[in-house]
């Protein structure tokens, strides 16, 4: 039986009335830059997490594509983990200065990064590209940093920018993401096309200014598993032009391979950022590199020193909750085979019930990374997405919730280790009957819309 999207979103009204009630409560205490999962009048709040499953404040049960965005490779509460919290919690958890913990997550990141020769812990993936930028103007004397279009690195000013849509694809110009952002930045950063040879021509163009050319392993807006080729040349356009090479593993690192896409595309940067994966559920950001470009961090003392710190940087207790989690994936490698089936497994079979119900609708993904496209047409980068079908995409992540599945409001959505073949079975089942009630509707239709 065909429900219409005003069910399921009755039917969610219905049954999640304590997340209401705890919206009605926080409107008048808390504002909230985290983004909402769906379009209703509230947003969902999660009470707990096992496994591959979240809870939210009404006991309603979710498979769980946010992972926390990402970050929980092993599923939510992972015994190992959660043992290495309770373990560090008897000796104390802040310090503020160096402490005995820091050194086993450093070596294994050292050992899962192609190109850490130091380590620099901070407490967000947002501070490692901050810092990252900061490097490599240290190091360089330059100023300018270039980006790709269909980027996100954080949200520092520095990275704060998108794509003017009126600008020339080989050489797009940016707009702030919003208020606040002091136009003067705009100065200080190069847009690149990302996937496009006109990017290695601006490099060039631009070498003398450019600090560093930095680019996600994979987009996570825009998950393409050919990023490889387009990566290793942008490494080798760099070292040609005397400008260093970043790639941002915020997401990517630990996740796409153990070595992240370093590994996986066979491609070396000059210095590359971390976060998510490697604080096992905590909070926790890092800067690996070159020795000669990490020497900056040593203090204002050494050579082209910068000023870098943090209270919360390094504490014990993400520093162990991270060895534990990224420990565990160092002696199970069959974790990331497994995940790469079950992601080409989910995007083969839901691209398939697309191709056979003539829905204009794919699924992109490398290994456990996914994002739905709500369109026929071919992805190269972000400027090829359209906004054709925007009311068949919330009508779908309506109907997709109301039958247990939670994706994250970017829609940028993963599997992990607790997602088992019942998990992404279910999650096929699911996004296939939510992609024939909203085609049933007419809601893929020019001239439908959700109500």
Same mark, same amino acid.
Request: aromatic share 10%; hydrophobic share 45%; proline share 3%.
């Given at each position: 039986m065909t429900v219409t999207v005003a069910q399921a979103r009755q039917s969610l009204l219905e049954k999640t009335r304590a997340s209401q009630k705890i919206s009605q409560d926080r409107?008048?205490?808390?504002?909230?830059?985290?983004?909402?999962?769906?379009?209703?009048?509230?947003?969902?709040?999660?009470?707990?997490?096992?496994?591959?499953?979240?809870?939210?404040?009404?006991?309603?049960?979710?498979?769980?594509?946010?992972?926390?965005?990402?970050?929980h490779m092993l599923g939510h509460v992972h015994p190992?983990? &959660?043992?290495?919290?309770?373990?560090?919690?008897?000796?104390?958890?802040?310090?503020?200065?160096?402490?005995?913990?820091?050194?086993?997550?450093?070596?294994?990141?050292?050992?899962?990064?192609?190109?850490?020769?130091?380590?620099?812990?901070?407490?967000?993936?947002?501070?490692?590209?901050?810092?990252?930028?900061?490097?490599?103007?240290?190091?360089?004397?330059? &100023?300018?940093?270039?980006?790709?279009?269909?980027?996100?690195?954080?949200?520092?000013?520095y990275g704060m920018w998108l794509t003017d849509p009126n600008s020339p694809r080989g050489a797009p110009d940016s707009l702030p993401m919003g208020h606040g952002i002091p136009a003067?930045?705009?100065?200080?950063?190069?847009?690149?096309?990302?996937?496009?040879?006109?990017?290695?021509?601006?490099?060039?163009?631009?070498?003398?200014e450019l600090a560093l050319v930095f680019v996600e392993g994979v987009q996570s807006s825009n998950p393409q598993p050919q990023a490889g080729a387009f990566l290793r040349e942008l490494a080798q356009v760099c070292a040609e032009n005397g400008v260093l090479f970043g790639i941002d593993e915020v997401i990517t690192g630990?996740?796409?391979?153990?070595?992240?896409?370093? &590994?996986?595309?066979?491609?070396?940067?000059?210095? /590359?950022?971390?976060?998510?994966?490697?604080?096992?559920?905590?909070?926790?950001?890092?800067?690996?590199?070159? /020795?000669?470009?990490?020497?900056?961090?040593?203090?204002?003392?050494?050579?082209?020193?910068?000023?870098?710190?943090?209270?919360?940087?390094?504490?014990?207790l993400t520093m162990e909750a991270g060895a534990a989690a990224v420990g565990y994936l160092h002696t199970h490698p069959q974790v990331y085979d497994v995940l790469e089936q079950q992601g080409n497994k989910l995007a083969a079979a839901v691209n398939h019930f697309c191709q056979q119900h003539q829905i204009p609708a794919q699924m992109k993904n490398v290994g456990s990374m996914f994002h739905m496209f709500f369109q026929r047409e071919q992805i190269n980068n972000m400027r090829d997405v359209t906004a054709a079908h925007q009311g068949a995409e919330k009508a779908f992540y309506l109907h997709c919730l109301d039958r247990g599945v939670l994706v994250p409001g970017t829609q940028r959505a993963f599997l992990s280790a607790a997602h088992g073949d019942d998990e992404v079975q279910q999650l096929i089942d699911v996004f296939s009957q939510s992609l024939k009630d909203v085609q049933a509707e007419g809601l893929f239709d020019p001239a439908g819309s959700a109500v």
């Open positions: 409107a008048e205490l808390l504002n909230s830059g985290l983004a909402a999962n769906l379009e209703m009048p509230h947003p969902i709040f999660i009470d707990r997490g096992e496994g591959a499953f979240v809870f939210d404040a009404d006991g309603n049960r979710y498979i769980d594509t946010s992972v926390g965005f990402g970050l190992e983990i &959660e043992a290495a919290i309770h373990a560090r919690t008897k000796l104390g958890w802040m310090f503020g200065i160096h402490s005995t913990s820091q050194m086993k997550l450093a070596n294994l990141i050292q050992q899962g990064s192609p190109c850490a020769e130091r380590v620099v812990f901070c407490n967000t993936g947002s501070e490692a590209t901050m810092y990252a930028f900061r490097a490599a103007r240290g190091f360089s004397g330059k &100023e300018k940093i270039a980006l790709f279009d269909g980027f996100y690195h954080g949200a520092h000013d003067v930045l705009k100065e200080l950063t190069l847009l690149l096309p990302y996937r496009d040879a006109a990017a290695f021509d601006l490099i060039r163009k631009h070498k003398d630990f996740r796409i391979a153990f070595g992240g896409a370093q &590994e996986r595309f066979e491609v070396v940067p000059d210095i /590359a950022t971390y976060g998510k994966v490697i604080g096992g559920g905590l909070a926790v950001g890092a800067i690996t590199g070159r /020795a000669d470009v990490m020497n900056v961090f040593t203090g204002l003392a050494a050579d082209r020193g910068i000023f870098s710190g943090g209270t919360f940087s390094g504490n014990p």
